[in-house]
């Protein structure tokens, strides 16, 4: 069960400690030039399967935990349940 915290001094603080302000972004960052613009028809392409194939190839970075999706996305354990996110995924 998830309770909801009073917005005391303590939890301000906690929650600024934990979530500081947004730095501005480094330029060398940041991509110039001409953005390449894809078509629509291009995702209505994907399917099931090439997201589980995707999810095979799945490294983390930045963070992103790429076992979990993996796991989520291709297990045999979860038997059907895997495919069927593939497929409602698309």
């Known amino acids: 069960m998830r309770w909801v915290l009073p917005l005391t001094d303590d939890v301000m603080r906690q929650l600024h400690e934990k979530h500081p302000e947004a730095q501005d972004a480094k330029l060398s960052l ?3 030039g001409p953005v390449e613009e ?3 028809l291009l995702y209505q392409q994907i399917e ?3 997201i589980h194939e995707a999810a ?3 490294k983390g970075s930045g963070g992103v935990d790429a076992n979990a999706f ?4 291709t ?4 038997k059907k ?3 069927n996110l593939c497929d409602a995924l698309e």
């Open 30 to 32: 940041i991509l110039f």
């Open 48 to 50: 099931g399967e090439m």
């Open 75 to 78: 297990c045999k354990s979860f």
């Open 38 to 40: 894809v078509h629509d």
């Open 56 to 58: 095979l190839r799945t």
């Open 70 to 73: 993996k796991s989520i996305l």
């Open 81 to 83: 349940s895997s495919a």
